[in-house]
């Protein structure tokens, strides 16, 4: 007999994140002749739904002071004069989709019922999701639920006292009462299973993906081209990468080198010597994103060393998938290193380090030039193709549910 599940996300398609996506894969990846499977998600703008396969149900943030979403490409300054709205929302009000939480708690019991609903999947972040769906476990003992813990909740950097205090009791009850508690990395499922005293719940990685075939291209680019997928924030910028191939160039610029920048809002600056070299793109959509890495030489990734274990960042399964070295200025000790390690897909150097940056990028410049082929691990690439990871979920929904 056939299970029914209950996916519960914010985010979710047409909303335009990673997060969205991993949702969207657990989706539509999960076997259909297994499960019956049914989202619930967030009305927003162009919420429609394609999948013949999939029941997606809607609830509103009814609340005046509410995030906004980020369903369609907007300019540049309606994108940031949403960012710095949602700041002040997330701020100053607890629960910014209490009104969400509240429309789905009146709804779901009854739904639950009539469809005999036998797991529920809950995704962190934000907590409103984990909050409907422990609410529905206390209501509804036999239900088995998953939480899914995307990101470090009470242990997440630059939390303010009163949110921290929230998210520990919040994960105190998910300990309490969740059948099973993943997580994107080990690093992150050790840290949570840390935290917890109950010996009766499971604990699992399932890591994000990619969603496309694998495909060797054979590119016969003039210039050896990197391209760099996404913007930059935080500490991840491209300075040091720029200067590293600024000095390269000064020692010889006859060499052939073309970056590529895309997705990107400039807040750098590129030097003189680079000025022809360089180009950025602010925008372009998924399938054209995939197109380009896919004709690139190589790949830049930029996640700086900051403590934090256990971050992949998303965009390196498209790059792995791309089947184009990776140039990774990443923590040399942290699981995208490793995991690029185990792939033989690139080079690796701390983000600090330009000396370094340099001697890889001057080696990543050779192997092209001499025309290597490198010898991807595929087997380890093709483990990260969402439909594996999907896999994972239903061997844990069938040891919650003793059908192993």
Known sequence: MKKNILIISIYYPPIQSI???????????????????????LESENSVSDDKDIVVRRSKNNIFFKPLLFAKRTNKFIHYSKVIYNKFVRYFFEDEYRGWIAESLQDLPTFIKKNDIDIVISTYAPAAPHIVALELKKKFPNLKWIADMRDEMSQGLGLNFKLKEKYVKLENEIFTYANAVTSVSKPLVNEFQSLSNNKGIIFREIRNGYDFALEEIKNDNAAF??????????QRNPVNFLTALHNLLQKDSAKKVFVQLVGVKTHFEIPELLQERVSVIAYVKH??????MKKSDALLLIHPANGRKGVFTGKLFEYLAALKPII??????????????????????????????????EEAYLEWKAKRKREFNIDIIKKHHRRAQAKRLEYLIDEICDER
């Not at 081209?225 to 935080?234: D, L, Q, W």
């Not at 399938?287 to 380009?292: K, L, V």
């Not at 990443?330 to 897909?345: S, Y």
């Open 19 to 41: 997060a969205s996506n991993r949702i969207y894969s657990f989706a539509k990846y999960l076997d259909k002749d297994k499960y019956n499977v049914y989202v619930h998600t």
């Open 225 to 234: 081209t990197i391209t760099y997928m996404g913007n930059f924030y935080g």
């Open 287 to 292: 399938s054209e994103a995939i197109g380009i």
């Open 328 to 361: 990774a200025l990443v923590d040399e000790e942290d699981v995208a290193a490793k995991l690029i390690r185990d792939a033989n897909a690139g080079y690796i150097s701390d983000n600090a380090n330009i000396e370094k940056i340099e001697m890889i990028l």
